[in-house]
């Protein structure tokens, strides 16, 4: 069964300058969560999804982070304009069904750094 | 909200030693304790789960354990290898509501061969 693919794994980016990470759950996962993890700290959920759904966003900086899942499967997390502090890791995990599992299935991350 | 707290932020052992990584929870309401396992590179891979019902849960050198009169939950890892050497997290969550977990900051485990 193939995991949780993400994509880029690294990017360099200047602040002020956009950037957008893509992921591609798990077949068949209904649920999509993206996080963000600072250096020497666990992850931060930002948001997320029930299929192309909403489910909770309350931790999403939306003046400048927004998300979606169009059709339910793949994801595109973007950031406009960037900030230092936007340097971190960007994971997405997926589940089968938030409402029947709790066993989350995390990607490999993409490494954001701005300079 | 929740908040978590891990102890130690590093871990060194010989291989062979048992290991133990602790973390205390504020959330009285929450009941799923989850452990991940971060290798270099990698995303968190559950390793082991406990819920609220369960004082504590084996599955071979890994065992958690649960107090929730205390609010802490523990990871023990038997007889380390060299490849258990990575950063552990756990947290804290509410099972059967959205699910948000809390993370600690996580445990860098370092086994020596």
């Known amino acids: 069964e193939a995991g949780v693919a993400q994509s880029p794994r690294y990017k360099i980016i200047e602040k002020r300058q956009s950037v957008a990470f893509w992921c591609n759950p798990i077949?068949?996962?209904?649920?999509l969560y993206w996080y963000q993890q600072i250096l020497g700290q666990g992850p931060k959920l930002l948001i997320q999804f029930q299929n192309n759904g909403v489910v909770d966003d309350s931790q999403l900086p939306k003046d400048r982070f927004s998300a979606e899942r169009l059709k339910g499967v793949d994801s595109t997390l973007k950031i406009q304009p960037a900030k230092l502090e936007d340097s971190a890791v960007y994971l997405c995990?997926?589940?089968?069904?938030?409402?029947?599992?709790?066993?989350?299935?995390f990607g490999p991350g993409t490494r954001l750094t701005v300079l | 909200g929740e908040n978590v707290e891990q102890h130690p932020s590093t871990l060194s052992v010989q291989e062979g030693d048992s290991a133990v990584i602790k973390c205390t929870y504020s959330?009285?309401?929450?009941?799923?304790f989850p452990w991940y396992k971060q290798e270099l590179g990698k995303g968190p891979q559950l390793i082991i789960d406990?819920?609220?019902?369960?004082g504590e849960k084996k599955d071979q050198r890994i065992a958690v354990t649960l107090n929730k009169t205390a609010k802490h939950f523990s990871l023990h890892i038997t007889e380390t290898q060299p490849e258990d050497s990575a950063v552990y997290f756990c947290a804290a969550a509410l099972s059967g509501g959205s699910y948000i977990p809390t993370f600690g900051r996580g445990t860098s485990l370092i086994v020596h061969p």
């Open positions: 995990a997926s589940s089968l069904d938030w409402r029947s599992t709790d066993t989350q299935y």
């Open positions: 406990i819920r609220s019902n369960v």
């Open positions: 959330d009285s309401a929450s009941n799923y």
């Open positions: 077949s068949g996962h209904a649920t």
